[in-house]
């Protein structure tokens, strides 16, 4: 499955780079959903400020029983209500069962709690797919809001990758 995830994570990197510059300042993520043995079934990307994140877009674009779908997320579902609702939270009420998630979001409200919400809720979730250059679109826009000393940390583990 690796080289076939890698494919649908590159799709979902190209979505992100839709959302600028509207998003701006939220991070160009971008969303992609994958019905097994089937393929893309929806796409998203970071909309303006208080309109749909990446997740919320592509999750939209979608109904019934979603525990065949894979979501590929380029950045880590948000888990905190801010001026929309959790994505962390959305995708486990939808029923979605797998997540395949680029890089970690730095923001110290997020920063791993947007990943625990979804293995809470039974979602198998996977970190690192395709990092570089997840970081590499994200980077930039992810400074801004990060607490400096949880930058270092992400700069220094993209940096320690072989
Ligand atoms: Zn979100």
Not at 44 to 69: N, R
Not at 76 to 105: M, Q
Request: proline fraction near 8%.
């Amino acid at each position: 499955m690796n080289d076939i995830a890698a494919e649908y994570m590159q799709l979902a990197l190209l979505e992100g780079r839709k959302a600028l510059p509207a998003c701006l300042p939220n991070p160009p993520v971008g969303c992609v959903l994958v019905l097994e043995n089937s393929g893309v079934i929806a796409r998203g990307f970071t909309q303006p400020p208080g309109q749909h994140h990446a997740e919320a877009m592509a999750l939209s674009q979608v109904s019934g029983d979603l525990s065949k779908v894979i979501a590929f997320v380029t950045l880590e579902p948000c888990s905190f209500h801010g001026r929309t609702p959790s994505c962390a939270k959305e995708l486990v009420a939808r029923g979605i069962k797998r997540v395949y998630v680029a890089t970690l979001d730095p923001d110290p409200r997020n920063s791993g709690a947007g990943i625990q919400i979804l293995k809470a809720g039974g979602v198998d979730v996977s970190v690192g797919l395709l990092e570089e250059q997840a970081f590499k679109d994200l980077g930039p826009y992810l400074a801004k809001i990060a607490n400096p000393a949880v930058q270092g940390t992400l700069c220094d583990k993209v940096a320690q990758r072989p």
